[in-house]
């Protein structure tokens, strides 16, 4: 009874303060089973505490045991099973039976070799993919703890921009890059004219499971923040925010016009290229005022040959009237 009571003792000491590999998967009562008889070489006594650490050293501190066992959710059984199947039958052979710390090692050793050969063998899970969301399907089982490893990333994703021209539809996608569950719930809300992520400025708009928010026309009211956050039963899995502005359809076409119309100035519709190092584009003037100036460039010149003419007319007439006088007329 004595014996039995010391032995609970030292499991509790042990494995007590903090599960690991070969406890989340083997039984207390197993593990004292499997250390009674442990027998130290050097002073041929029974000792169950180097029992423990020899199990401690060769499954809890193995790096490579460690690894193996790092597998998604769903596969916490098939570990707990390949263990055993090397464990418990050690248990039953050294049940009440006094074995030398060698054969311990051995025999521990190679369960452990055999474990993370099996182990390895079962399907590895993607892991946590950024930035944002409770990601469970990502979660890799840690033997240390004995659970499963949250991604712990945060629920709100980052912001996206969007533009969308006023009168057009809008298409809002509730998109993620891991695995959802079965059973969602998608709840949109939107905050108007605000960039934010208050959840008292949010009223909801829509719920289900549809994965779409369509606005059919687009006009300058619908600015804001729209929030597509999903649910798993009444827990939350992760919040997207989608910041969309409205450029008004005005601005937008008197843009469209005026591009046409400096292609309609250039030859064949073509754009010049731009001197090197200038930092303005070309500017051309309109074919109304070039024909205006050189209307009056034409005005200009006939005036100047005019006022050239009249000016030489009487100095000719002066000179003819010479040419009489010196004839006798």
């Known amino acids: 009874m004595c014996s039995s009571a010391l032995c609970l003792v030292c499991v509790s000491l042990l494995f007590g303060t903090s599960l690991s590999c070969f406890q989340c998967f083997v039984e207390v009562s197993d593990g004292l ?4 008889g442990h027998v130290l070489s050097e002073h041929d006594i029974r000792n169950i505490d180097s029992c423990f650490k020899t199990l401690d050293r060769i499954f809890n501190k193995n790096e490579r045991v460690i690894e193996a066992a790092r597998v998604g959710g769903g596969y916490y059984e098939q570990l707990k099973e390949l263990l055993n199947a090397e464990i418990l039958p050690i248990v039953e ?14 025999r521990l050793q190679t369960a452990a070799d055999n474990f993370i050969a099996a182990a390895s063998k ?15 399907e990502g979660a890799v089982f840690n033997c240390i703890t004995c659970r499963f490893d949250s991604c712990e990333f945060p629920l709100d994703c980052p912001f996206k ?7 057009s539809r809008s298409r809002i996608w509730c998109e993620v890059p891991f695995d959802l569950p079965d059973d969602i719930e998608v ?5 108007e004219e605000e960039k934010t992520r208050q959840v008292d400025q949010f009223k909801e708009v829509t719920s289900g499971v549809d994965m779409l928010y369509s606005i059919p026309s687009t006009s300058l ?44 100035l250039l030859p064949e519709g073509r ?21 205006a ?26 000179h003819a009237e010479h040419g009489d006088e010196d004839l006798g007329f």
């Open 33 to 36: 089973r499997l250390c009674w």
């Open 93 to 106: 052979e050294f049940d009440e039976k006094l074995n030398q710390d060698t054969v311990y090692e051995e």
């Open 122 to 136: 079962l399907p590895r899970v993607s892991g946590c993919i950024p930035p944002c969301g409770f990601q469970s």
């Open 161 to 167: 921009e969007m533009n969308v021209t006023e009168n």
């Open 187 to 191: 709840i949109w809300s939107v905050a």
């Open 221 to 264: 009211q619908h600015r804001g923040t729209y929030r597509c956050e999903i649910y798993s039963g009444e827990n939350s899995i992760v919040r997207l925010y989608y910041y969309l502005t409205v450029t008004p359809q005005v601005v937008e076409g008197h843009t469209e016009l005026q591009e046409i119309f400096d292609l309609s």
């Open 271 to 291: 754009l010049l290229p731009e001197p090197a190092g200038s930092p303005h584009s070309l500017l051309l003037p309109s074919p109304l005022l070039l024909t």
């Open 293 to 318: 100036c050189l209307t009056a460039l034409l005005l200009l010149l006939f005036l100047s040959l005019g006022s050239l003419y009249w000016l030489t007319k009487p100095e000719q007439t002066h």
